[in-house]
């Protein structure tokens, strides 16, 4: 349900806008619509190009296919030198006559004809909107009771086939015309101009501003950024900690949440926060593979989304806590310990064992003391201390003593 | 001592001489009238068997009418009620003065003291059914036969004298009333009996329909109880008049599937298929192929199948003076060179034999050497031409008749020897189509065509279908038992003396000769069968892709449109047409009509083989879904090529079939296909490389595996004519 209602302002803001866009006036404020049009322009020459040679080769008695990257683990590769993943070169061939891939070749083209439309009309869809657009039951399935076949199962296949589309025409989701369910919050000392409103993120009460899934320079832009750094926490409730104790004012900073693993639009923003105005990112997650995890996706980038990685990733980000050691340095009682399962455990290994976890022995320590604990922690843990022991004692203290993993 | 025992003189007053029709009265269990349902059985087959193997010795087509009418039905379903059976034929006849001997006498024939192939053997079939007619019910066996055609018919009633074995007439005149039958001639039993009839697996109708099977050259007309009094005009025609009733039968009622095929060639086999029909009054076998089977020759014993006993009662009433003369005129395959061999063999110090050995001078430990010398002769096998296995076609010919299936593959194996009597395994399977999918198969016995009904399980024939080994060819067989699924196996040896069990002739005996060669049958069929329903499987999976490919394609060429404004239907058609080159194979079958693919003359799919049909009665297959219609309607015309395309396919395919040996046909990426017309287009490119090598490897498979059976052919014969 909130999927579909969270974006509704949002898509009819753009909508009421995009219309002069795509009508291509060069009116006035739209320094950043030739910018648009150009993208547009590119983006919908990639998808006619597409499906200019499967026309070609199907015309000419040849198997059509598309060549979509791979992505995956085994594709993605470690920049070392600039601490970021990176995809590989290895590209799968998408084929209609082949039985496993002949309904992904379908819904690629589906989805290809929707961005088509959507650049067209100059509107955007979310991924849900992607999917319900997409959807149909295929002329010739079903009737004698039985139900005819569905374009698309559920959104997950929809969402699945439209980043291979992104990586195949190799355009962001953003020019696609398709945005992310919003997902994580802002607060602290910064301004944002959000499609040309002012959003003060001093004065956002306690729910914090939402950060959009499209946080490109074209929709957002900084103002007034006087904060010193981002302090970035695993999920909405220990964020609310953090924004009643007005943390952000005391120690000068920008409050961000990502609601677990930060989306796409949270990690642009860290990311640009990072490089156009060099504030430090500093993350509070948990002490548990998963927490593990995400520090590392807004460090390096992730495996699916390797082909992003450069405007995303953050390889100075710093991981303060939880640590493993805190049990024993904050003196935490039995309570909070979470037995570590078997799945935890081959997890943590596995992380362990990527090769950007490999070579940093501090990280090495820190796993392994975690599995030697035998538990893990949450950020909430420190509530047994004290209501606002994390805003008032634990964070200034490493904060004071540099006390991070980085 | 009260009671006076019995002396020698008092006890030889009560020893006296038993009749054997006396001795089988009271032990009718032996001919196999041990109870109500199975004398009835009994009763039409040793009618119908004396029909055939005298219509056959007479060279005339068979045509039977049985029909059996229930006089008082049963008062309960385990009580018998009285039945009257009625078999007329179009055979020979039978001269007057046989008449009593033939059905009045057990143990009176032509059949016992021959070697030829026949149904009957020993001359008690008949007569002992009439024999238990009289007693339980007694009316005496009404005979009508007309021997000769423009004369009047003998109308014979007998009774039998049990205790003298000898037949009693109690009416004898000559008559008009004989149907018209199509030869001129011919022989009519009534036979009024306590039995029951009863139907499934060990009933008269399917003991008449696997005599269908096994006999396509006979035309079958069954009458039963339940449809006897249905039409009484028909019936009264019928009664007088096979003829006519088969006339109409082909004229107004109905199923040109009766007409007979191979009018025109005879011995060739049409391809339209002939099938049983039911009508309201009766059941029809019909003809399925015109021809008698070719007439066996009697043979002499073979050395090797005679015992010591029999050998010196030979030698006691020939008529022969010398040994060389006696061997020549008794046994076959003893040639004077086996006979000097034998003789020398024979021969001690004192006592020497040769051909010139007077018979009479031979006394019995001479006569025992000589027979033992003679079993370690190496002597060739009897001659073949006594045997007249029904063969491939026409046992095919049967199947179709009375088994719906899809699939028929046959195959006959050489001659083989057991016990110096030479004979015949043949196998044919039926499988699929509207046979049950769930349950073991059917096994059809028949011994010299005759079918075989009780005693399945210890049966040779049976024994060879549990120990062969189904799962190898598709098929799911549990431990031990026979397979399962839609399958029927039929099993005949022919013979000039098939070993039964009992007298009562339901099984096979268990010799290993035999058991081998009908495994050896057996795997052929089911090598057949393997590759066929890998075959399907294969087309199955190729019409299911088919199947995804269309639905998709739709999807496609609409999404191509709105993108590149490309014409939806084009594309379509470009598509469609891909993917049915992809999945060609998928074609052959599912655009079938429903009809005869045709034999192996290379129409057929499994090479150059000529005991194989397949039909195609489930038309489903890709035609389910409607497929896509941008734009204009591509499906109407797309569904139209398909079809022509399988012609092509099918055509080309035998062609192909040949080819594949040597290196299979690469498909031409970039060529633009012409259409149906196009032969060129025939291997379908395999999507992937993986699939690619697969049917490589199947080729040569198939490769060896033909070898393999050219090579086990010739060994088969050598075996043979080596002895």
Redesign the interface.
Known sequence: MAKKTTKKPAGKKTSRKTPTRAGGAATASRSRGGSWAERDAKTAEA??G???S??KS???????KVEVPTRSSANTKWNKSRGILQMGSARQER?????GQ??K??QT??H??GI??LIDAGKTLSLRGMYYKGLHT????G?KGRAG?K?FDDQTESDAILEDLEVTIGALREELHVFAKKRGTMVGNITVIDNGDEINCRKMGTGGYAVPSICEPEVIQFKDVEADFVLHVEKDTVWQRFNEDRFWEQHNCILTEGSGQPPRGVRRLLHRLNKEHGLPIICLLDCDPWGHYIYSVIKQGSISLAFESERLAIPEAKFLGIRAKDYEACGLSDDVQIDLNERDRNRAKQIMAYPWFAENKQWQREIKKMLSNGFKMEVESLITKDISYVTEVYVPERLKAKDWLG | MAKKRANAETMASKQREISVSEFFAKNRHLLGFDNPRKALLTTVKEAVDNALDACEEAGILPDIEVRIEELVAPASASKSGRYRVTITDNGPGIVRKQVENIFGKLLYGSKFHRLKMSRGQQGIGISAAGMYGLMTTGRPMVITTKPRKNKPAHHLELAMDTSKNKPEVTVDIETDDFPETSSGTGTRVVIELEARYVRGKTSVEAYLEQTAIANPHAEIVFVPPDKAGEDPGLEDASEKSPERERGAGATDEIDPTESRPGADAPGSFDAEIVRTTEHADRIVYPRAVDENPPETSEIKPHPYGVELGSFLRMLKDTPEKQLGGFFKREFCRVTPAVVKQVCDAASVKGKTFSGQTWVKNIDHASAEKIYRALQEAKLRSPPTDCLAPIGVRTMLAGLLKGVKAEFYAASTRSPAVYRGNPFQIEAAIAYGGDLPADQPARVIRFANRVPLLYQQSSCCAFKSVLETGWKNYGMSQPRGSAPVGPLVVMIHMASVWVPFTSESKEAIADYDEIRKEMKLALKECGRKLGIYIRRRQRMKREGQ?RD?????????S???E???G?DAA??YE??M???KR?TEIADAVLDEDGKIVGFKDGNGRLDGDDGVIILDGNGNGNGG?????PGKKPGASATGQGRSDAKVAKGSKGKQGRKKGTKPPRSR?????TGPGNNEVVESKP??KSRKKVVKKKLVKKKVRKKVRKKRATEGAGLFEGG
Not at chain 2, 669 to 673: H, Q, S, Y
Request: aromatic content about 6%; charged content about 25%; proline content about 3%.
């Open positions: 998808i006619r597409l499906a200019d499967i026309v199907s015309l000419a008695g040849r198997e059509p084929q209609l006559f082949n039985l002949a309904r070749f379908m083209l589906l290809g004809q088509n439309e295929i002329a010739g399935t009737g076949e374009t | 892709k995804v490919f269309e639905r998709y394609i739709g999807e496609i609409k999404a191509c709105a993108i590149t490309t084009t594309l470009a598509l047409k891909q993917a992809r879904g409607a497929p896509n219609t990426e970039g060529l633009i296909e999507a992937e």
